[in-house]
């Protein structure tokens, strides 16, 4: 028997989604357009949507689950199920769909239900999924078995999650990480402008969920959480400094000293000036 050949069959007709379960029938990535919505619809197969970017919903009969970048959902066979992207946010993911053929299917806990995942962005689920979708793309039996390989890593990888309950977990591990991110990048930065696309490059996520995000941990947006960084610096430097109004101003941001009196006047109730005159005897 000749290299690339099975029992005499050219690998050019071997089965495309392997001999032996798991079996991957649809692998890929995808970006959806502005308006995008799937209509709900009903697969006889497996499937896993991995988001890559941005934030959506699917539905998966009556509940809705809000997916965001690095959130995964198992969707059992059978099931109706419909996926929609948020107003002005991205929405890319990658769509596995896969069975296990003749073969009884293993006993995993999490199949037959539906599960979310989140967070597993630093996991090697992501990484698993991507090289899936670059072997299921490439021809010959290897690539399908490099595939099948990657499959069955990702379905050891969630059991475990799935057996640890950690699912939940990792997402708020992952969003504490975040915040923290986000707090150690505005402290840094405190006098320049806030610009939210840097946050969402150091985050991984949308504006409007680092805002989210962030609100919901400090009590603040990141523009007041600057704000606040602005006037606790100003305080420091009243203190322990002879730095007059114009020169804190402009030290923690501030290029217009009138906007910057109306802030610290706002906050504190006072001019800054009479603030530091009563501080001292």
Known sequence: MTAGTNEGVAESELRQDGYFPPHVVLAHQFVASESWRMPERILKYHQFQYMTEGEGCIQVEDRVYDVKQGDLVYIPPHVPHASWKRPASPFACISVSFHFGDA?????AYMGRTVLFAGVAELPVHRRLRRL????????LASIMECQA??????????RLDAEGDAGNHERKRNAGAVLQIKNHLLEHYREPLRLVDLEKLTGF???????????????TPFQYVRWARLQKALELAFHTPMTVGEIAAHVGYA????????FKKSMGSTLSAYRDGMFL
């Open 133 to 140: 979708v670059a072997f299921k793309h490439q021809p010959g």
């Open 104 to 108: 009884q299917e293993p006993p995993l």
């Open 150 to 159: 990657e499959l069955l890593g990702v379905l050891a990888e969630l059991s």
């Open 206 to 220: 949308s504006p409007n969920y680092v805002i989210r995000l962030f609100k919901d941990a400090t009590g603040m």
């Open 256 to 263: 217009d000293v009138h906007a910057f009196g109306k802030m």
